[in-house]
């Protein structure tokens, strides 16, 4: 009965790719993780037998990164539609091979969205918070969170690379913003740019 009243948009399914792609981003993510704190260990070991067994262990996790790296480059580069979008996207500053795959396979919709709707999903864009009469500030909220990150990474190269974004920057100082304020601005600017070449199939222009 919803389906038959509601407008409901063509949701279509992740390709094979994309899907073994975002695994093997997940367990990426999870062994840096296991990895970082491995690392924050290290300084409280005490005895020397204890870190002699952390640093082995930083080192296998070091080895298994650099194994999944290589893999997920294959995966994308096998892939027609995954190494074409690749092609564009390593032109862009501050779009290093790991913010490349994430957006890949964390992002699919990306380059057949609008620009409003692709923010919200990466979380970037900003909603009202309301409740009856009042009215909060708006604030960005929900999204995916590994997306948005990988923007936030993209965003501090590509404000310094970028002159459209370095101009947004330097504005966005003037009036006194907060750094976090300007760095959503720049991440947000930056994926609707990239949205944009993967959806019209365009190079990256400065």
Do not use: C
Not at 41 to 69: C, K, S, V, Y
Not at 73 to 94: F, K, M, N, T, Y
Not at 145 to 160: D, G, H, N
């Amino acid at each position: 009965q919803m389906g038959s009243v509601l407008d409901l948009s063509v949701t279509k399914p992740v390709s094979e790719a994309r899907g073994r792609l975002a695994d093997f981003l997940r367990r990426r993510k999870q062994l840096v993780e296991i990895r970082k704190a491995e690392k924050t260990r290290r300084h409280n070991a005490g005895q020397p037998e204890i870190r002699h067994q952390i640093e082995a262990m930083i080192d296998l996790l070091t080895h298994q990164i650099g194994d999944l790296d290589r893999t997920i480059s294959g995966l994308i580069e096998d892939d027609q539609v995954l190494s074409s979008q690749a092609r564009l996207l390593r032109a862009v500053p501050g779009v290093d091979p790991t913010v490349l795959a994430t957006l890949l396979g964390e992002l699919p919709e990306l380059g057949t969205l609008d620009r409003r709707r692709i923010a919200s999903l990466a979380g970037l864009a900003p909603h009202a918070r309301e409740s009856g009469t009042w009215r909060g500030a708006r604030r960005i909220w929900g999204g995916r969170r590994k997306v948005r990150e990988a923007l936030y990474i993209a965003a501090l190269t590509a404000s310094r690379r970028v002159p459209a974004l370095t101009a947004t920057r330097d504005r966005m100082r003037t009036k006194g913003k907060a750094p976090k304020t300007i760095l959503i601005a720049i991440a947000r600017q930056l994926l609707v740019i990239i949205n944009a070449m993967l959806r019209k199939n365009t190079p990256f222009a400065a």
